[in-house]
């Protein structure tokens, strides 16, 4: 029996707690989505960055042997040139075991100073799940910088 409230007749609440429970499983849904495709974004911009950072390694090791200037220091100076830095980067990219990435491709492989070179690529991110949250696609670009010392 309920107990007499003095003129009060207290309304019937049964099924009030449904829709908070549908507002926080829409909310979580959501949440999942946005970080799992900023995991997922930051994750291939670290995979574009490794490959990166290897076509420019591969890139400040393409110089020919005749090339090597003794310095007045008496250091050892290996010369650059922008054609041997951009084919050992298209090279190692055509070589590269990553071909995951959408999009890829050679912005640029320089030297800027003839000592060492730098790469730059880019590349397409797509998110793992297609939302209302999250742009279809983002462009990524990265460079990275590499230099020969001789030890």
Same mark, same amino acid.
């Given at each position: ?33 946005? +970080? ?8 291939? /911009? =670290? *995979? ?15 110089? *020919? ?11 050892? *100076? ?21 071909? /995951?990435?959408?999009?890829? /491709?050679? +912005? ?9 070179? *730098?790469?730059?690529? =880019?590349? +397409? ?27």
């Amino acid at each position: 029996m309920r107990p007499a409230t003095k003129g009060v007749e207290l309304a019937d609440d049964r099924g009030s707690i449904l829709p908070l429970i549908a507002g926080f499983g829409a909310l979580a849904l959501a949440v999942v989505l946005l +970080v799992s495709a900023a995991t997922s974004l930051y994750l291939e /911009r =670290a *995979r574009l960055f490794t490959l990166a950072d290897g076509a420019a390694l591969a890139a400040a090791e393409s110089f *020919r042997l005749d090339s090597v200037q003794l310095t007045a220091d008496g250091e050892l *100076r290996p010369r650059l040139t922008k054609p041997e830095v951009t084919a050992a980067a298209a090279e190692y990219l055509a070589q590269a075991p990553d071909s /995951r990435l959408d999009g890829l /491709r050679l +912005v640029e492989a320089t030297t800027p100073d003839g000592l060492s070179a *730098r790469v730059t690529l =880019a590349a +397409v991110w797509a998110p793992p799940v297609l939302s209302v949250f999250v742009p279809e696609g983002i462009p990524l670009q990265v460079s990275a910088t590499s230099r020969s010392v001789f030890g």
